[in-house]
């Protein structure tokens, strides 16, 4: 293959091609909102509220690329005022709402000895809630945190609810830092991946996602929920769902797996052979599937 000029940016195809001998990955990257949950948690808290299409549309441009996340993420919560409560019910929302096979890929990453991360813009009390109750350890499990007022309500009573707090605790302001921003998860990976050894896949359905790319070894773009086009044409790899089936045979190739999981990994195995699955570059899915025997 004929190298790029030095001048030029080489194409997601021609990474594609470098990477065409297929090792297992050691480290693994969720996105949390349609990606492993069907829900865009910021959507939910306005669907609740009544002002859904007001912030869909904004959450929208943000995921297409259309605009800077950095100029959408504060005013959707300004006009949402979050509570603690109803972060508490995100939480349990995204349970509710798992993209199909995404409770037993983790699982089976987990029982691989894989480590597996959420790196997630969205709150982080919904999705660290959501993360543990899939196995994820909280502290692999990084989004976005939130300030609230602890007096507002009925503060006094707040003994008698959960972890001691204050369920009417309104929002007040939201913790400026690299996942608020359109190219952050970028460096929320690297610093991850500077404290362990190993190669690392992320999948993930948005733009904050793709600009994750090359702080990774291989990107897999997730379109099960929401297929967008740049996603599509600048990841390596692209799941159409509507399941996460497949991401079990790219991360780990030809594993050693116990019998639990046997059924899940055939599925991502089936899931690879069929037009579910696309890759810039074919000579990474012939590779792929003559190390798994397929």
Same mark, same amino acid.
């Given at each position: 293959?004929?190298?790029?000029?030095?001048?030029?940016?080489?194409?997601?195809?021609?990474?594609?091609?470098?990477?065409?001998?297929?090792?297992?990955?050691?480290?693994?990257?969720?996105?949390?909102?349609?990606?492993?949950?069907?829900?865009?948690?910021?959507?939910?808290?306005?669907?609740?509220?009544?002002?859904?299409?007001?912030?869909?549309?904004?959450?929208?441009?943000?995921?297409?690329?259309?605009?800077?996340?950095?100029?959408?993420?504060?005013?959707?919560?300004?006009?949402?005022?979050?509570?603690?409560?109803?972060?508490?019910?995100?939480?349990?929302?995204?349970?509710?709402?798992?993209?199909?096979?995404?409770?037993?890929?983790?699982?089976?990453?987990?029982?691989?000895?894989?480590?597996?991360?959420?790196?997630?813009?969205?709150?982080?009390?919904?999705?660290?809630?959501?993360?543990?109750?899939?196995?994820?350890?909280?502290?692999?499990?990084?989004?976005?945190?939130?300030?609230?007022?602890?007096?507002? %309500?009925?503060?006094?009573?707040?003994?008698?609810?959960?972890?001691?707090?204050?369920?009417?605790?309104?929002?007040?302001?939201?913790?400026?830092?690299?996942?608020?921003?359109?190219?952050?998860?970028?460096?929320?990976?690297?610093?991850?991946?500077?404290?362990?050894?190993?190669?690392?896949?992320?999948?993930?359905?948005?733009?904050?996602?793709?600009?994750?790319?090359?702080? $990774?070894?291989?990107?897999?773009?997730?379109?099960?929920?929401?297929?967008?086009?740049?996603?599509?044409?600048?990841?390596?790899?692209?799941?159409? %769902?509507?399941?996460?089936?497949?991401?079990?045979?790219?991360?780990?190739?030809?594993?050693?797996?116990?019998?639990?999981?046997?059924?899940?990994?055939?599925?991502?195995?089936?899931?690879?052979?069929?037009?579910? $699955?696309?890759?810039?570059?074919?000579?990474?899915?012939?590779?792929?599937?003559?190390?798994?025997?397929?």
């Amino acid at each position: 293959m004929t190298e790029p000029p030095t001048n030029q940016t080489p194409s997601p195809a021609g990474d594609a091609a470098r990477r065409a001998d297929w090792a297992p990955f050691e480290l693994i990257f969720f996105d949390c909102d349609s990606t492993l949950s069907t829900l865009e948690g910021i959507d939910e808290l306005a669907r609740w509220q009544g002002r859904d299409e007001e912030v869909a549309a904004l959450t929208a441009q943000a995921m297409n690329g259309e605009v800077p996340l950095e100029t959408v993420y504060g005013r959707r919560l300004e006009l949402l005022q979050p509570t603690r409560a109803q972060l508490r019910q995100l939480g349990k929302a995204y349970a509710a709402a798992l993209v199909p096979g995404a409770a037993e890929v983790v699982a089976a990453l987990l029982a691989a000895g894989r480590i597996v991360f959420i790196v997630s813009g969205g709150l982080a009390e919904a999705v660290r809630d959501f993360g543990v109750g899939l196995g994820v350890p909280a502290e692999n499990i990084h989004a976005v945190h939130t300030a609230h007022d602890e007096l507002s %309500g009925q503060w006094w009573e707040r003994w008698k609810h959960p972890r001691g707090r204050n369920p009417d605790e309104r929002y007040q302001a939201y913790d400026v830092g690299p996942l608020t921003l359109g190219a952050g998860k970028a460096d929320i990976v690297r610093e991850l991946r500077a404290q362990h050894r190993g190669r690392a896949l992320l999948v993930g359905d948005g733009t904050s996602d793709l600009e994750a790319r090359d702080a $990774v070894d291989l990107f897999v773009g997730f379109g099960g929920v929401a297929a967008r086009e740049r996603v599509r044409a600048g990841a390596e790899v692209f799941l159409e %769902g509507p399941g996460l089936e497949a991401i079990l045979p790219l991360a780990l190739a030809r594993p050693a797996l116990p019998e639990p999981y046997a059924a899940i990994y055939a599925a991502g195995v089936a899931a690879l052979r069929g037009p579910v $699955v696309s890759f810039q570059n074919p000579a990474a899915r012939d590779g792929l599937l003559a190390r798994l025997g397929s």
